[in-house]
């Protein structure tokens, strides 16, 4: 078994914060000189909650918890169905990170009482730069949590207080924050029928809250002023957005702000995800990104979603927010053409097993990966690729850039 301590030390951690919610009484959740929640340990965890955070904590390992089947594909993982689309609101569409249709699919399964509450993030405006859990209970809040939020969250620091309430949830997180509670939830007999649905979004990993502090920097901006920023949204992919305290905006590229920023922080434990498109959950909405040459071009256009159903749940729920006009369709897709919409995460799944390698050759604590195929996946990527993968990364073991 992994102690807590050691993921922590060995940068396993996501920031969940769900053993911060679970040992409430032995482990609170605060933000580290690296920009990343990290639990602060109050008193050692006994045996019997050891085994339990072992259990749920996606730094000790995933696996995969829908069922093998047909549809299991080595790259993409299990899958019932595969669409592009967009929210029928335009203002939802507009204001969504990419095509709206996350957003309208909660605005359908609020709209038509299958869940009373959505359990997501949304921007604080007490502190911009900070995400807040956001408890949705109508159109309304959907509108306020439009958006990619580009900075550290922790949607499950305050789980149990909300699921003992009455109610049925949907829960929107990142893929590893669903697979944590839905390994949690197996524990928790109470528990099992409050979430309906578990929503995932496409995930390249977790900036550091520094890395918008750099961009604050780069236009001379004092966090102190700080108004409002949005990092995605209000077209496709979207500008990021600073709003001063004194009226002044300021505008980057998301091709300048996630891909020559943010992207170049994200923490460690996500450099070594296998999941960054969430197997976990029911459903999962991404960008359905238009590529040319195998990257996308960030041009600004109307917003597209990519939908993708995991379980039958996820599917047959989907199916009623197209019957009920809430989600439009775009083109039908066949998988294999995941490879040119979403290039990224078919290049990180398949050098995840060159990583882990290097790790385990150089005694480096790693997570354990059940039933994912990694190994199986690393032969869809080139020899040479593996190679720069596995050298890159025991580089930045011995440099210890880790």
Known sequence: MKTIKQIIENELCTGCGLCASVFNDKISLNMNES????????????????????????GCGLERLNTFDENYNIIWGNIINIRMGFSSDKNLRFKGASGGAISGFLYFLLNENIVDYVINIKGSSKYPLMNIISVTKNYNDILETTGSRYSPSAPLRDIDTYLKNDGAYAFVGKPCDVYALKKYINTKI?????????????????????????????????ESEVKFIRYRGNGWPGKTVIETKSGKIYEMKYIESWGEILGQAIQFRCKICPDGLGESADVVFGDAWITENGYPTFDESDGLSLIISRSQNGENLIKRSINTKYIKLGKKIHINELDNIQPYHKKRRSSICARILAMKLLFKLVPRYRRLRILRAAFKQSFIVNFRNFIGMCIRIIFKKV
């Open 35 to 58: 920009g990343f929640f990290r639990p602060i340990i109050t008193d050692e965890l006994n045996n019997i909650e050891t085994k339990l955070f072992n259990e749920f904590c996606p």
């Open 190 to 222: 109470e528990y099992q029928k409050k979430i309906k649905v578990f929503i995932s979004f496409a995930c390249a990993g977790i900036p550091s809250l520094n890395a918008t502090k750099f961009m604050l920097d780069k236009f001379d901006i004092r």
